[in-house]
């Protein structure tokens, strides 16, 4: 295992041409008929305290690329490092003690909390496994934790049942600070909160990451919120990872018609603007299991060529740090 | 640990320490006692149950001395329950059937829950070809109607009560292994259980602590409906004279043998089916006010 040599020219994670696909098994003796390709060739790195926002539509891969990341998920092929360390051939030992590095916060803040048990304890837990703090000590570390998360360390003893939304999603972000990692993949973290609370969210996140030095995978398909807190942004479609740039970038000239549709469907709190046609999306993200040949994004673009149904458009930097899979750039 | 199951009484103190033990448990048991039904149904299980062990104390009669002088006496005294054909005291009977009834009842009960709970957690929690093998074998046996295969373990194993108790488990064991498969199989796919996968928690940890004690709800509540059920199939048994052997008295075996003299001397099936039917009522909602007491997200108030 490769450790830290110089730490600023390691990226903290870096995928490369990371595959997940899931077999569908059919009939009595579980035949393998085909394959969604949920991830299919995705190649990113991170750097520290960078926070990557990850966008596309429901079904496009973004949560099994964060759960591939973590091991939830076993990637097909392809490479996961994180700070210089090659994931994916770890064995069940190596990869608890790597889980340190990498936590995850969920999306849905009711179901991620076990209803049956103080949400202290389900910290304090964190802590146990892992031989940080046991008894005592785990709690005072625990209350130390709900402080910083925005929580009365009174509430501890509470069960999830209790608490609104947005402090369940707190309780679900200071479980993933209790092994004080380094990167945490946060899939969808706000969506399922009402407005109002999603900024606090979103807040709270930015604080940990000024604080602690954080990096966060985000998860999202609210590019409002992307914009508030990504330094970079990618765009998935269909299991492939369509374009990459900085954020400011990004909003200001997208060359991925995808990403223009993206951009074009956050509404314009003015009724006299409206969309170009052309540039809403129609109809709904083609089967992952019968991805379309050629660009994957063909069907569906307003801008398609004849070799768009042909060619698989190369993923390439088209200025520094701006990377687009498109044909026509 | 996990001693968490029944403390879920949030105080308004600042202090963020949890109690364990005696005090929480005294406490949840009070808070449990707070609701009339469950005063009244553990109260009718208690009395259930010490009816059961002070049978040999309280009963006026021998289970067993047959009188036929005063055989299908109608309730009165000294019989407060009346008599049988063979002149036995119905009252003495039921009292000593509570013992073998309710033994049995919550012997088969216990340990149905206890093997297939493992079996139907191990199906789904593992899943793959582990949980095809176990719910196969399942089928297989529920395929054979509970009662042919209890009367043929019976009549190889002989009628004893462990024989008894062993053929009336193997049906029980198969409903709760259904059950308790499909309630990890919901409680898995939850994101806190991904959570703990996460956090590099061990299978077992994550079974024990965090997918058990999700599913308790349905099992418990199968487990009060079977306890009734076990005793009536018992009963069936006893009247193909597989059951308990006379004159050991069970409620199953006495009412079967009381449906002959249904028209004119009907107390002989009706007390200890009253009792029956007490006993039912009494574990139904018992295991209602269980379930829902230990359930922190409130439960109904029937």
Redesign the interface.
Known sequence: MALDQSKSNIPLLEVTNLKTHFPIRKGVFSRVSGHVYAVDGVTISMQDGETLGLVGESGSGKSTLGKSIMRLVEPTSGEIKISGTEITGLNKQDMFVHRRQVQMVFQDPYSSLNPRIPVGKIVAEALQIHGIATGKEAEDMVKDIFQRVGLRPSQMRNYANEFSGGQRQRIGIARALALNPKLIIADEPVSALDVSVQAQVINLFMDLQKEYGLSYFFIAHDLAVVAQICHRIAVMYLGKIVEIADRDELFKSPLHPYTRALLASIPIPNPEIRPAKDRVLQGDIPSPSNPPKGCRFHTRCPLVEEKCRIDTPEFKEVSPGHWAACHLT | M?D??H??I??P??????RSGWSLFAESSNKFLELKLNKFSFGLTMFLIVLAILAPWIAPFPYDVVDPARGLSAPGWPHLMGTDQAGRDIFSRVLYGAQTSLSIGLVTVLFGLVTGVSLGAISGYVGGWVDEVIMRLVEIFMSVPGIVMALALVSILGPSVPSIILALSIRRITQFSRVARGSVLSVKS???V??C??????NA?IVF??VL??CIGPIIVLASVLLGNVILTESTLSFLGMGIQEPTPSWGGMIAKGNEFLTFAPWISLFPGGFLFLTMIAFNLLGDGVRDH?????GSVV
Request: aromatic share 6%; proline share 9%; hydrophobic share 20%.
């Open positions: 996990t968490t199951t403390t879920q949030p105080m103190s600042d202090d963020s320490g949890y939850q994101d806190y991904t959570a996968h996460a956090l590099g928690m061990s940890r602590a965090h004690p999700n230990l359930d922190p997200r409130g």
